[in-house]
């Protein structure tokens, strides 16, 4: 049981360049979440997919694309990368009820 | 929406002493608080959660208490140890709703 995985673990762009970061579960979770991590900032989110089908913006959308695959899978798309997306990405998970959250390791993603 | 305030940002303990994390929230239809601990370049984990029907949960040295007249949940760690070093977030999720809001986080430092 991997519990939730990200891909890649280090990614470094230069300004301009797109890329997509992975995320999968195994815990048959309905709901997955894309967050971003700065230092001071908390954790503060960009996308949220409350179940199979569907996509939400959270708190800082704006740059970013998601796409729920399939149940298992979600990824954040950045389009046209720019420096204020660099970050620690993580990746999370719940069964959409009982509201606890599994995080993936995250993706540092550095834009220069 | 919601936001969560965390104090303080910082904290600064012996080994053995007790260390409290205070945070307070906004949206009184929230109701599932979590607490999750992130060690330096890992991924945060859930270490205690409580619901908005229970005043105050114990697991060994970790409680939180909530009061929801006043919005506001704390974390109270006893008998620190190096090991507890790391930092801290709280959260808050809305009724309904599977997305949780973070505090900014509590830096907890354990000296030997």
């Known amino acids: 049981n991997a519990g939730v995985t990200q891909t890649p673990k280090f990614q470094v762009l230069k300004t301009g360049q797109s890329m997509t970061l992975q995320c999968a579960q195994d815990?048959?979770?309905?709901?997955m979440y894309w967050y971003r991590q700065d230092p001071g900032m908390g954790l503060r989110l960009i996308y949220y997919?409350?179940?199979?089908?569907?996509?939400d913006k959270g708190e800082v959308p704006n740059g970013y694309n998601v796409s729920r695959l399939n149940k298992r899978e979600f990824s954040l798309r950045l389009e046209s990368a720019a420096p204020s997306q660099t970050s620690v990405y993580f990746c999370?998970?719940?069964?959409?009820?009982?509201?606890?959250?599994?995080f993936g390791p995250g993706t540092r993603l550095t834009v220069t | 929406g919601e936001n969560v305030e965390q104090h303080p940002s910082t904290l600064s303990v012996q080994e053995g002493d007790s260390a409290v994390i205070k945070c307070t929230y906004s949206d009184s239809a929230s109701n599932y608080f979590p607490w999750y601990k992130q060690e330096l370049g890992k991924r945060p984990q859930l270490i205690i959660d409580?619901?908005?029907?229970?005043g105050e949960k114990k697991d060994q040295r970790i409680a939180v208490t909530l009061n929801k007249t006043a919005k506001h949940f704390s974390l109270h760690i006893t008998e620190t140890q190096p090991e507890d070093s790391a930092v801290y977030f709280c959260?808050?999720?809305?009724?309904?709703?599977?997305?949780?809001?973070f505090g900014k986080g509590t830096m907890l430092l354990v000296s030997p």
């Open positions: 959260a808050a999720s809305t009724a309904g709703y599977s997305t949780l809001t």
């Open positions: 409580i619901r908005s029907n229970v």
């Open positions: 999370a998970s719940s069964d959409g009820q009982r509201y606890v959250q599994y």
């Open positions: 997919s409350a179940s199979e089908g569907t996509t």
């Open positions: 815990m048959n979770h309905n709901s």
